[in-house]
T-cell receptor, first 119, second 113 residues
Framework: NAGVTQTPKFQVLKTGQSMTLQCAQD?????MSWYRQDPGMGLRLIHYSVGAGITDQGEVPNGYNVSRSTTEDFPLRLLSAAPSQTSVYFC??????????????????FGPGTRLTVL | SQQGEEDPQALSIQEGENATMNCSYK?????LQWYRQNSGRGLVHLIL?????REKHSGRLRVTLDTSKKSSSLLITASRAADTASYFC?????????????FGTGTRLLVSP
């Protein structure tokens, strides 16, 4: 298993450009999420999905879109890049999604990250 | 929003010593997890402890959870230079519909040979 893969590893954008960060997992996990990590801020949740066709916002969703058309893929789109989006982005997947009437999180498996710089 | 807060922010010890990190959170949780991040890498899961558990062990790691104080601690015994990393706690809040994992700001551990 490759686990969670992310592409690209590094990216430099100009303000106003758009791009898509790719994330894929081959573990058949239901739950996938995107985080950004800034110095001194820890990880902050951007968007997450508890299954194909189901997405929701996290703590810092503005400026980002996601979709989940397949179990394996969960791309993150930057609509119009801004310098404030300079960060390291991590994708994660988890084997736990719907459990009865509640969605429970479990062990998260992280990708290696994408370091994004917006000039 | 709920967030785990780790304490201390940074910890420097010698090889062979024990390292203790603490995490406090604000609201009731389903579970609490600890992760390690080596510089420039993704996070690696260490241990998960559920709200009805008080202590859990994994190798040299010992995690405790006190739900009455809304706090957890991670103890690394007989530390090694390879334990140098940042350590994060993450909590999964109860009763919020969709359960979201929220990370703290981390403790940077430096283990010197």
């Amino acid at each position: 298993n490759a686990g969670v893969t992310q592409t690209p590893k590094f990216q430099v954008l100009k303000t106003g450009q758009s791009m898509t960060l790719q994330c894929a997992q081959d573990m058949n996990h239901e739950y996938m999420s995107w985080y950004r990590q800034d110095p001194g801020m820890g990880l902050r949740l951007i968007h997450y999905s508890v299954g194909a066709g189901i997405t929701d916002q996290g703590e810092v969703p503005n400026g980002y879109n996601v979709s989940r058309s397949t179990t394996e893929d969960f791309p993150l789109r930057l609509l119009s890049a801004a310098p404030s989006q300079t960060s390291v982005y991590f994708c994660a997947s988890s084997p736990r999604g719907l459990a009865g009437a509640r969605y429970l999180t479990d062990t998260q498996y992280f990708g290696p990250g994408t370091r994004l710089t917006v000039l | 929003s709920q967030q785990g807060e780790e304490d201390p922010q940074a910890l420097s010890i010698q090889e062979g010593e024990n390292a203790t990190m603490n995490c406090s959170y604000k609201t009731s949780i389903n579970n609490l997890q600890w992760y390690r991040q080596n510089s420039g890498r993704g996070l690696v899961h260490l241990i998960l402890i559920r709200s009805n558990e008080r202590e859990k062990h994994s190798g040299r790691l010992r995690v405790t959870l006190d739900t009455s104080k809304k706090s957890s601690s991670l103890l690394i015994t007989a530390s090694r230079a390879a334990d140098t990393a940042s350590y994060f706690c993450a909590t999964d809040a109860m009763n919020t519909g969709f359960q979201k994992l929220v990370f703290g700001t981390g403790t940077r551990l430096l283990v010197s040979p």
